[in-house]
């Protein structure tokens, strides 16, 4: 018999809608390919490049991150389970609320004390700890559902948040998703075991830590930090690692292995403060799907300092307006710490006062976005 190794999550996906499921299988965590999630233009998935601006406080920042990173695999993070057309769909009973997102990312749903039929595979589990949190996605559609505090009992499934979501789309939900902290996706960011096997992470990876301030930056649309603004950086904040560092440096820490795969992307790509936690962590996709086997733990990034950090200016970066609505688009730019410069109207058929382009291209650096809108 064929042995099939389960590296672990995700993804080149395309986008859909729900599926219904009609039978039994057993849970497997999310196969072997390893596309990113969520469109080339993300923000997650767009390098830093060449020459950025840093803030004037970064070391200020940097410094009060915490003593040390920590990566641990076993709690409070997102276990992936891959469902599909025959994967039964089980009633999921919300105490909280479920953010429903739909039309290509810019429509959100938010319904109270709902009752979701969600597909959830035989034997899937919840992380450990009291965020029992899951990732299920549907590879052939796209399709991304979250769950916070899920738990099953005799009455069934039940939980408290939950949202869908679609990994074909930004990572930035509209203003509202009642998400994780910042209100982003659980998929965004998270480390997954063939990126550190292939020696590669091609994304900016998710990062928490004990207190980020309740202001936001791009892409974040909301907080649950309380830190003190001005020694503590917003959630959606994004880091990165001294890109002059070179590997034979970055080994000198003690750093190799898994450890030097994520460094090097922490170099490209950074990390976007996501989440208020108990200590300073990077999101690892949780063992009970990506079966680590020990590749990584707890440990694994202790030996990046956080004063090697820089804390990327907390200024403009012009967000992806594009298909939304002006209203929703004005606010998107404010939150991105950017300014409306102006808004031109042209004729675009089926457009509906949405914004069908946008000056400069979203992931540039400045101060104003023109927003392009149809009459």
Not at 58 to 83: F, H, K
Not at 321 to 336: C, H, N, Q, S
Request: hydrophobic fraction near 35%.
């Amino acid at each position: 018999m064929r042995r099939v190794a389960i590296a672990g999550a995700l993804l080149a996906l395309v986008a859909g809608a729900l599926i219904e499921g009609r039978s039994g299988e057993r849970a497997e965590a999310a196969p072997p390919s390893c596309g990113r999630p969520y469109a080339d233009s993300s923000p997650w998935n767009v390098p830093i490049g060449r020459n950025p601006n840093y803030d004037s406080r970064s070391g200020t920042y940097a410094a009060n991150l915490g003593p040390r990173l920590s990566s641990d695999p076993t709690q409070y993070t997102y276990p992936v389970y891959e469902v599909g057309p025959d994967t039964p769909r089980e009633r999921v009973t919300l105490s909280g609320l479920f953010s429903n997102v739909t039309a290509g990312g810019r429509r959100l749903d938010r319904q109270s004390d709902a009752t979701i039929m969600l597909p959830i595979p035989g034997g899937a589990r919840a992380s450990s700890g009291s965020d029992s949190s899951i990732v299920i996605v549907d590879r052939r559609t796209g399709d991304e559902w979250g769950i916070w505090r899920l738990k099953r009992g005799s009455g069934g499934w039940s939980g408290t948040n939950g949202y869908h979501y679609n990994t074909r789309w930004s990572a930035v939900p509209p203003s509202g998703f009642g998400s994780r902290g910042s209100g982003v996706p659980y998929l965004a960011g998270l480390v997954r075991p063939c990126e550190i096997a292939r020696g590669r992470i091609d994304h900016a990876l998710a990062f928490a830590y004990d207190f980020p301030t309740a202001q936001i930056v791009y892409p974040a649309t909301k907080s649950d930090g309380k830190g003190t603004v001005g020694a503590d950086v917003p959630e959606g904040t994004r880091l990165q690692l001294n890109p002059s560092l070179s590997a034979r440096q970055i080994r000198s820490w003690g750093c190799s292995g898994a450890c030097l795969t994520i460094a090097r992307a922490l170099q490209r790509y950074g990390m976007y403060v996501i989440d208020n936690s108990g200590r300073p962590k990077l999101m690892m996709e949780d063992d009970g799907t990506a079966r680590w086997g020990g590749t990584v733990s707890s440990k694994t990034v202790e030996p990046i300092p956080v004063s090697a950090f820089r804390v990327l200016t907390l200024s403009c970066v012009a967000p992806d307006a594009r298909g939304r609505k002006l209203a929703e688009a004005r606010t998107l730019v404010r939150l991105a710490q950017c300014r409306v410069a102006g808004v031109r109207k042209v004729r675009r058929k089926g457009a509906g006062g949405r914004v069908v382009a946008q000056q400069p291209a979203p992931g540039t650096r400045g101060g104003a976005v023109t927003l392009i809108v149809s009459r």
